[in-house]
Structures are given as C-alpha cells and as structure tokens.
C-alpha cells in the first residue's frame, strides 16, 4: 500500500464548476500537507501548504486537512481550462526526516 | 530572482558513459533534493542532503551519485549502472524540515 494515495483519474469538469481532489495518507504523524500543480511538460509548483485540521483559503483554493480520517482535499472554485494539470498530494512524515513522499497526482481537465 | 537552475535541459546519455546534471540555488535553502519522474507517473526520490557534506539515498538511489560540497549546488551523476536512465530529472530545495520545495525547470535525460 502507498503511503500517499490520490484519486487515480483522470477527473473532468466543465468550466466554473467546483473541482475537488482528494488524497489520503498512511497512519503515521504527520505535520505538513501540500499541494502541488504541474503542467505537462513542466515542473511542480506549489499551491497550498496546510499544517493544521480545518480549511485553509487562498482564492479559488481551499484546502482541507482531517487528521484523524488521515486525508487532506483540494477544492478549485470556478474552475478554470488554465487550471487543467496534473495536482500532486505531498506528506512529511514526522519520521522521514523533513523528506516529502508524494502521491501519483491527479489528472484534471477543465472542459470551457 | 531567487531560484533552482537546472542544467542542460535536455541531455543525451551514450551506452557506458556518465553524465552529470546540473543543480544551483541561490534561495540559501538548506536542504536539497533530486526526483526522477517517469512519464504518468509521480516523483521518485533519488537522493537528498539537508546539510553541505551530507547527504543521504531515496527510495531509488541505484544506478546514481551526488555530492554537497557547497550549500548552493548538488549536481548529480548519472552512471553506466543505470539501465534505465530516460526520464525527466527534477532538482528541488527547501529552507526547512517542514517547509514546502521549490523545483527547478528540470532535465530531460534520453539515451542515444
């Protein structure tokens, strides 16, 4: 069993709509959740960074971080085709050393 | 600007012969990270250093070699025991334990 694991994929929604990704994480103390977009072709950059249980809002970002049920979302209000990507789930185990394991990513495609 | 500086972009490996890629930051980020992404799939861990003269394997380390002589810079060789070297080779920092990574643009490595 992966110790990240994301929605397989590949998710579609139409323009405007609200797109949610969600991720979960093996049992072991966590402290920092993140995620990550990447275009083809491209490299990873981050997009929302949460260390606590609750919701945290940038924008057109939420995330959501459950530590008991061991999942951490990411809600794209008003999604846009620029939002079209790969978005990767990133876990710092408290036990790997500052060292982030990350999901498989999930596929979205924003139809306009 | 702050950054990650990858070089070359694009590399050609022959059969037998290493090659070394490129990794420069100039974030004063203490710890420093190679990824190998294979095409639809996540980031593999190769190496990592979270202080200059150290540095420690990833879940992929065979086949590879790094060095951390100066804070700024973690180059790494990709050597003849690597079979399978094609992918897409990402060097990343960050300042802190619990801190997200900020990647460089990446290294396409393909074999001639």
């Known amino acids: 069993q992966k110790e990240v694991e994301q929605n397989s994929g590949p998710l579609s929604v139409p323009e405007g709509a609200i797109a949610s990704l969600n991720c979960t994480y093996s049992?072991?103390?966590?402290?920092?959740f993140f995620w990550y977009r990447q275009y083809s072709g491209k490299s990873p950059e981050l997009i929302m960074s949460i260390y606590s249980n609750g919701d945290k809002e940038d924008g057109r970002f939420t995330a959501q971080l459950n530590k008991a049920s061991q999942y951490v979302s990411l809600l794209i209000r008003d999604s846009q085709p620029s939002d079209s990507a790969t978005y990767l789930c990133a876990v710092n185990f408290n036990t790997n050393a500052g060292k982030s394991t990350f999901g498989d990513g999930t596929t979205l495609t924003v139809k306009p | 600007d702050g950054g990650i500086t990858q070089s070359p972009k694009y590399l050609f490996r022959k059969e037998g012969q290493n090659v070394t890629l490129s990794c420069e930051q100039n974030l004063n980020h203490d710890a420093m990270y190679w990824y190998r992404q294979d095409p639809g799939q996540g980031l593999r861990l190769i190496y990592y250093?979270?202080?200059?003269?150290?540095?420690q394997k990833g879940d992929i380390a065979e086949g590879y070699s790094v060095s951390r002589e100066k804070k700024e810079s973690f180059p790494l060789t990709v050597t003849s025991a690597q079979k399978n070297p094609t992918a897409f080779y990402l060097c990343a920092s960050s300042p802190g334990q619990n801190q997200p990574q900020h990647f460089g643009d990446g290294t396409r490595l393909s074999i001639l």
């Open positions: 250093s979270q202080i200059v003269n150290d540095f």
């Open positions: 049992d072991r103390v966590s402290q920092s």
